[in-house]
């Protein structure tokens, strides 16, 4: 008969029930004495919408999807090269960093006045009280007519998306802080917010410019874009729980052994705040791209389930180095 609840009657502890689908997944394995082993199952992408259609596309058309989206990754990254060195001297100008120089003559004074970094952090803190306050930033408004109701649920929205963003998710106020300095230095930052499998919690990631790519003719409006390109830099440890988690496919990819950054943005911070890369080689570095894209076998097609030819909107994760798709 099916599970419904499971009762916890365990000694000087309070009697807790679960629902049915609070419970974990679980693998019964029967050896070969007969005796039978039972396992919680790993985190799966169980949705359809959600599942990763790389299992089933055939190795030809990801290989053609890949040289495309990596031709287009160059031609978006060489588009904004002037401005990527501007973004890196302009960090330099900060003040932040201590020069022993020898021109004019050695012992020159390195000093560079910190006007600019004083209205970075000017700003900085005026906007992280502004929309950051102590009880949380969200703010929930009644449509319509207001009724008890109405204003319980919005109270309880509220108070649980507070809940998320200020105790649950503990990497938002931090990386929230961070993205406030860097918009005022440079104007644009971003923030990705997903449902991460491995944590079972939403996330927020702080993504900074020089990790996020857009055409060049592309529209300041992100949900415009054609096309938008996030790179990430993941660990090959987490890289290995996201193929257990079934996110990513079970392939082999060679960490980059450099271990430097290869943008100019990157270099700049590293010598800003004065580290140096180990040259260990555990690094992974993938392209996330948002991308419409005609896959065949799953073309869009019209109400007699002809192909109309449309491009559909993925999401394509594939490795810099090598170039293959994992998702």
Known sequence: MPIDK?????????V??????????????????????????????ESEFYANIAEDVEESDLARISLDLLAF????????????????????LLGLKIE???????????????????SIVQFQAQAFKELMPAGGPVRTQT??????????????VQDFMNYQITTVMKEYTPE???????????????????????????????????????PYNGSSVMSECRRITHRITMDSNEFKKRVF?????????????????????????????????TGEPEELFLLE???????????????????TGIKLPYVVTLDENSGQVVR
């Open 143 to 156: 449509m319509g007519k207001e009724t008890l109701d109405k204003v319980q649920q919005a109270t309880r």
């Open 73 to 92: 990754y160059e031609a978006d990254k060489s588009s904004r090269g002037d401005w990527e060195q501007m973004y890196a001297k302009g960090l330099d």
């Open 176 to 214: 929230f802080d961070q993205l406030l300095f860097y918009t005022g230095y440079g104007g644009s930052t971003f923030k990705k917010v997903y449902y991460d499998y491995c944590l079972g919690r939403m996330v927020s990631r702080l993504v900074l410019p020089d990790d996020l790519f857009i």
């Open 245 to 277: 988690a079934g996110e990513y496919l079970d392939v082999s990819l060679d960490p980059d052994g450099s271990g430097e950054n290869s943008d100019k943005i990157g270099a700049a911070v590293d010598r800003l705040i004065g580290i140096e890369a």
């Open 289 to 307: 791209f948002q991308v419409d894209l005609d896959i065949p076998d799953h073309e869009d097609k019209d109400e007699k389930g002809n192909p």
């Open 100 to 118: 022993e120089r020898t021109r004019p003559f050695r012992g020159a004074t390195g000093a560079v006045h910190p006007m600019l970094t004083e």
């Open 6 to 14: 499971v009762v916890n009657l365990a000694p000087h502890t309070n």
């Open 16 to 45: 807790s029930i679960l629902e049915e689908e609070d419970l974990p997944e679980i693998e019964v394995v029967l050896e070969g004495d007969g005796e039978l082993e039972v396992e919680e199952a790993p985190p799966r992408y």
